[in-house]
C-alpha cells in the first residue's frame, strides 16, 4: 500500500499534493471508501462525529468532502456477518481508503475481526489515508496515553510500518511535546510528533515528512 499518515487530515496544499502525487491520477477519477469504525471505540466520538466525518461536513470535513469520482462507506464491524465474497471486491475496487480517527486499539481489533488486516499487504496500488489513529493503527504501538477502549488487552496496533506516531501536537492540553517525549521512551523505537499540518507518506519502505506546521523525530 501507499500511505499518508496524516495528524488532521488534508489541512494544506502540502498534503493535498502528497495524496495527488500517491493517486497517480487526478482525484476526480478516483474511488474511495471511507471507514470510521475507530469513533465507535472512543468515549468522545459518536453518531454525530461519525456522521460529520462520513458527510464531510465541519468540523469532520476533509477527506470525504475532496472530489471524489465515488465515495463509499465501509463499515469493518458489519464485515464478518457478510461474508468476504462480497466486501473484498468493494475493497479491491477502491483506489484509496479513508480511515478516520478515534480510538487505534478498537481500529486494529476490527481489522483483524473482519479480516481486512489480512488483505492489506495485497492492495499494491491502494493509497490508505490515515487521519489520527487512522494512521496510528498502522503502527507498533501507540502508547497507553492514546488507548481509550476498555476491551484493549494493550497499546500495540498492527505494526505494518516500524515507527510510532504522536498526533495533534498542541492542539489539546495533553498533547504537548514534554508529554511526547514521555511517550517515546513508553513506546520504544523511532516515532514521528505531528501536528495538524503535517503527515507522513510511506511508499516502497520510504518515509518522508509532509509539513507546514511543527514536527519532531524521536528515537
Same mark, same amino acid.
Given at each position: 500500500?501507499?500511505?499518508?499518515?496524516?495528524? *488532521?487530515?488534508?489541512?494544506?496544499?502540502?498534503?493535498?499534493?502528497?495524496?495527488?502525487?500517491?493517486?497517480?491520477?487526478? $482525484?476526480?477519477?478516483?474511488?474511495?471508501?471511507?471507514?470510521? !469504525?475507530?469513533?465507535? *471505540?472512543?468515549?468522545?466520538?459518536?453518531?454525530?462525529?461519525?456522521?460529520? +466525518?462520513?458527510?464531510?461536513?465541519?468540523?469532520?470535513?476533509?477527506? !470525504?468532502?475532496?472530489?471524489?469520482?465515488?465515495?463509499?462507506?465501509?463499515?469493518?464491524?458489519?464485515?464478518?456477518?457478510? *461474508?468476504?465474497?462480497?466486501?473484498?471486491?468493494?475493497?479491491?475496487?477502491?483506489?484509496?481508503?479513508?480511515?478516520?480517527?478515534?480510538?487505534?486499539?478498537?481500529?486494529?481489533?476490527?481489522?483483524?475481526? #473482519?479480516?481486512?488486516?489480512?488483505?492489506?499487504?495485497?492492495?499494491?496500488?491502494?493509497?490508505?489515508?490515515?487521519?489520527?489513529?487512522? #494512521?496510528?493503527?498502522? !503502527?507498533?504501538? $501507540?502508547?497507553?496515553? +492514546?488507548?481509550?477502549?476498555?476491551?484493549?488487552?494493550?497499546?500495540?496496533?498492527?505494526?505494518?510500518?516500524? +515507527? #510510532?506516531? +504522536?498526533?495533534?501536537?498542541?492542539?489539546?492540553?495533553?498533547?504537548?511535546?514534554?508529554?511526547?517525549?514521555?511517550?517515546?521512551?513508553?513506546?520504544?523505537?523511532?516515532?514521528?510528533?505531528?501536528?495538524?499540518?503535517?503527515?507522513?507518506?510511506?511508499?516502497?519502505?520510504?518515509?518522508?515528512?509532509?509539513?507546514?506546521?511543527?514536527?519532531?523525530?524521536?528515537?
Amino acid at each position: 500500500m501507499k500511505l499518508l499518515l496524516t495528524s *488532521g487530515g488534508v489541512r494544506n496544499p502540502s498534503i493535498r499534493q502528497a495524496l495527488d502525487e500517491l493517486l497517480g491520477r487526478p $482525484i476526480e477519477d478516483c474511488s474511495a471508501l471511507c471507514i470510521p !469504525t475507530a469513533q465507535w *471505540g472512543h468515549p468522545m466520538c459518536g453518531p454525530v462525529s461519525a456522521r460529520g +466525518f462520513v458527510a464531510g461536513t465541519p468540523p469532520w470535513g476533509g477527506l !470525504t468532502s475532496l472530489p471524489w469520482r465515488s465515495l463509499g462507506l465501509l463499515e469493518l464491524t458489519a464485515l464478518p456477518s457478510i *461474508g468476504e465474497e462480497r466486501w473484498l471486491p468493494w475493497v479491491r475496487e477502491a483506489d484509496v481508503l479513508l480511515v478516520d480517527g478515534g480510538d487505534a486499539t478498537y481500529l486494529a481489533h476490527w481489522l483483524r475481526e #473482519s479480516g481486512l488486516a489480512d488483505v492489506l499487504p495485497t492492495l499494491t496500488d491502494t493509497v490508505w489515508v490515515g487521519v489520527s489513529a487512522g #494512521s496510528m493503527v498502522l !503502527t507498533p504501538r $501507540i502508547g497507553s496515553d +492514546f488507548v481509550e477502549w476498555a476491551g484493549a488487552p494493550d497499546d500495540r496496533a498492527l505494526g505494518l510500518v516500524d +515507527f #510510532s506516531i +504522536f498526533p495533534h501536537l498542541d492542539v489539546f492540553p495533553t498533547n504537548t511535546m514534554a508529554q511526547a517525549q514521555a511517550w517515546a521512551v513508553e513506546v520504544g523505537g523511532p516515532a514521528y510528533v505531528l501536528d495538524d499540518q503535517s503527515a507522513v507518506t510511506v511508499v516502497d519502505g520510504r518515509t518522508e515528512v509532509v509539513s507546514e506546521g511543527v514536527w519532531h523525530r524521536l528515537g
